[in-house]
């Protein structure tokens, strides 16, 4: 559930299993439908920005 401040707990469970440790950043992702949100995701800003850097670098040495 989430609480008056809008935080939620991550189960225990799944922060070991998801390998987050405390301090660890996450991205939330959210996709829209009919005006509003469906599915929500949430991803290690780490292997979000290696994501962006495996897609974008490519392109980016050929504009360069």
């Known amino acids: 559930s989430v609480d008056n401040r809008g935080q ?3 189960p225990k469970d799944v922060r ?3 390998e ?3 301090g660890d ?4 992702v959210s996709w829209e439908r009919d005006g509003g949100i469906c599915c929500m995701s949430l991803i290690k ?5 290696k994501l ?11 504009v360069m």
């Open 52 to 62: 962006v850097k495996e897609t974008l670098g490519p392109m980016m040495k050929e």
């Open 8 to 10: 939620m707990v991550l």
């Open 20 to 22: 987050i440790a405390p």
């Open 25 to 28: 950043k996450l991205a939330l």
């Open 45 to 49: 800003v780490d292997e979000l920005s």
């Open 16 to 18: 070991k299993r998801a």
